[in-house]
């Protein structure tokens, strides 16, 4: 039982005796004194005062009595207004150092037969560009995520579900044939992704002065008729119709320019550090979805107009009509999203669907749960919208079409370029080999690009500056990279020097940095399952830069290898030891690599 289940506990027992109430001890929820008082964790007691017909004073004076009496954890209090200030027996916080330490006790639990299955969906790119910084925080989120939900004890599913068909593929297509000459990523030396990238900006322009021309010629003529005559955007959408009645040409075209930009995407997401275990194509889901549609047509859910257009009345949710047919017969987003759900419902016996997308996306969420539910799939009442921000630079916001956006692959080998050179001249790579050296800069680069991202809360919008981002001090991923490496180099020097790491509790007298570092540690289990209730990546970061933060305090004030006390040391060893192994947890669950040494 952690230290605040024992307060927790024992404040429930001294109401009962006290006052004759019997409160649930889950309820009483003590938090970390604040640095101003003294110490170490608070109960707040205004709730109780009904029960106690006392003031807020004499109700917090009372119960600590009561807990210093009965409660073997509890040495002294102190009392703030309706604060009560509780210090714990110092011995005590031994014994939960030992259950920590030796339990391995860092919040993680197994997954078993009975646990919920959490479906997770996030990357969704379009098969027309590389992917940019806006993938990036979506990726690093999903992929957090669902290592957060693994490590309080569900089964996860890490799917993607990429967007290869529609008008903007057939720019990208019918630009390659146009100006493409032949090229391939193998004889221009580039990855497929950003090749086709390339011809998706260069259909916009081409279009845009297609449409100056147009307009120069024809003075009457608006910019939106401009753009309907503009014979490039029909040669586009012929090629659409021609795609979607299956014309041969067109999809062996298809099939070639999205297999060079799957393997592109494929070395991004490697790097990256982030995988799916299932991923779905919009090609193969969006007739799944007409299917289901009409199935739904047919049961009175949803209602067909005159022009033959399908669509859902949603007005008694307080929501809107909501088309998912045009009169062609041709599918809209909504469609995809249903016959996805449907073939993902086949493929899985899912409890929970979660989907990373952007907060502009809000709305969209709202009727797809309706319609979702409505249509049988008996999550879809409780789907989750993971909506999260928009990240930009400091530059301002990105724009695909006119190629504007801040490439992932490039600011993956910007950010590993500027750990190279901050790290260089604070001399952190010395005498290191030049392989180890250039892993270490990939390891605190990555870092720093995926930490600066997730210790935000991902419903802010955010501007990342890879500069900023780069810092051995501070809430930054190379500051706690550091720690990490610091603790392990003074681990295995104690090896090295055949230090014992035995300790008898009994010898060992505990100061203020330590209790601190052993209090922060106990919290660990509980941020993990706060995480996991939040869906916030944001609570381990802030988390495991708070656990630094406290462990370099001790590191400055308290000797450990020059320490005389043959049990002090070990035990100041192993406290490290422990610090370390929590780092290195909640950096998993960040999906960022700790590096051995820097």
């Not at 090629?239 to 999809?251: K, T, V």
Request: proline share 3%; with cysteine.
């Amino acid at each position: 039982m952690s230290i605040d289940n024992i307060i927790s506990a024992s404040t429930a027992q001294a109401l009962k005796a006290l006052y004759g109430v019997d409160v649930a001890a889950d309820t009483i929820v003590p938090q970390t004194t604040k640095k101003e008082f003294e110490g170490n964790l608070t109960v707040v007691v205004f709730p109780f005062l009904r029960a106690s017909k006392k003031s807020p004073e004499a109700t917090a004076t009372e119960i600590g009595d009561y807990l210093v009496e009965h409660c073997e954890a509890v040495k002294t209090y102190n009392v703030v207004k309706g604060f009560l200030n509780i210090t714990i027996e110092p011995k005590f916080w031994l014994t939960v150092f030992a259950h920590l330490y030796l339990m391995k006790e860092y919040g993680f639990k197994e997954e078993t037969p009975e646990s919920p299955l959490v479906m997770i969906e996030y990357s969704s790119p379009n098969t027309n560009k590389p992917l940019h910084l806006g993938h990036i925080r979506n990726n690093l989120l999903g992929f957090s995520l669902s290592r957060i939900l693994k490590a309080n004890g569900n089964k996860v599913v890490k799917t993607n579900i990429v967007n290869d068909r529609g008008i903007h593929i057939c720019k990208s297509m019918l630009a390659w044939q146009k100006w493409g000459n032949g090229d391939t990523p193998e004889s221009v030396g580039k990855k497929g992704d950003h090749l086709i990238g390339d011809y998706y900006v260069a259909f916009d322009r081409h279009y845009k002065a297609e449409v100056a021309e147009l307009m120069e010629k024809n003075p009457n003529m608006t910019k939106e008729e401009a753009e309907a005559a503009s014979p490039l955007m029909q040669q586009a959408r012929d090629m659409l119709r021609r795609w979607e009645a299956g014309d041969e040409e067109i999809r062996s075209l298809w099939r070639t320019m999205n297999s060079w930009v799957y393997a592109g995407f494929d070395e991004t997401y490697k790097r990256l550090g982030v995988d799916f275990d299932k991923i779905y194509y919009e090609s193969e889901t969006y007739l799944e979805g007409k299917e289901k549609v009409l199935e739904g047509l047919e049961k009175g859910i949803m209602y067909r107009k005159e022009d033959g257009s399908v669509w859902a009345d949603l007005t008694d949710a307080g929501l809107d009509h909501k088309l998912l047919l045009r009169s062609d017969g041709t599918s809209v987003y909504m469609t995809q999203d249903i016959g996805t759900a449907k073939l993902r419902y086949q493929d899985y016996p899912i409890d929970k669907m979660i989907y990373v997308v952007g907060n502009e996306q809000n709305y969209h969420f709202q009727v797809l749960s309706l319609l979702l539910d409505r249509l049988g799939f008996k999550w879809g009442k409780d789907l989750v919208h993971f909506s999260y921000g928009m990240v930009e630079l400091p530059e301002g916001k990105m724009k695909s079409r006119e190629g504007t956006v801040v490439d992932a692959d490039d600011l993956m080998d910007e950010m590993v370029d500027n750990a190279k050179k901050t790290s260089e001249e604070l001399g952190k790579l010395d005498g290191m080999p030049q392989g180890e050296a250039d892993k270490i800069a990939e390891i605190i680069g990555l870092g720093a690009l995926k930490y600066f991202i997730l210790k935000v809360d991902p419903r802010k919008n955010m501007t990342f500056n890879p500069k900023e981002s780069i810092d051995f001090n501070g809430n930054t991923g190379p500051f706690i990279q550091y720690t990490y490496a610091r603790i392990q180099s003074v681990l295995r020097k104690a090896a090295e020097a055949g230090i014992e790491r035995t300790f008898d509790p009994e010898k060992v007298t505990l100061g203020d940095k330590e209790i601190a570092l052993i209090q922060r540690l106990a919290d660990f289990a509980d941020i993990v399952a706060e995480a996991g209730r939040n869906y916030s990546p944001a609570l381990i970061a802030n988390y495991a830069y708070d656990l630094v933060k406290e462990y370099n305090q001790f590191y400055h004030d308290y000797q450990i290898m020059r320490e005389s006390d043959q049990n002090v040391r070990a035990f100041r060893l192993n406290l490290s030891e422990a610090v370390g192994n929590a780092v290195r947890r909640a950096f998993w669950m960040l999906g960022i690599d700790v590096p051995e040494r820097m």
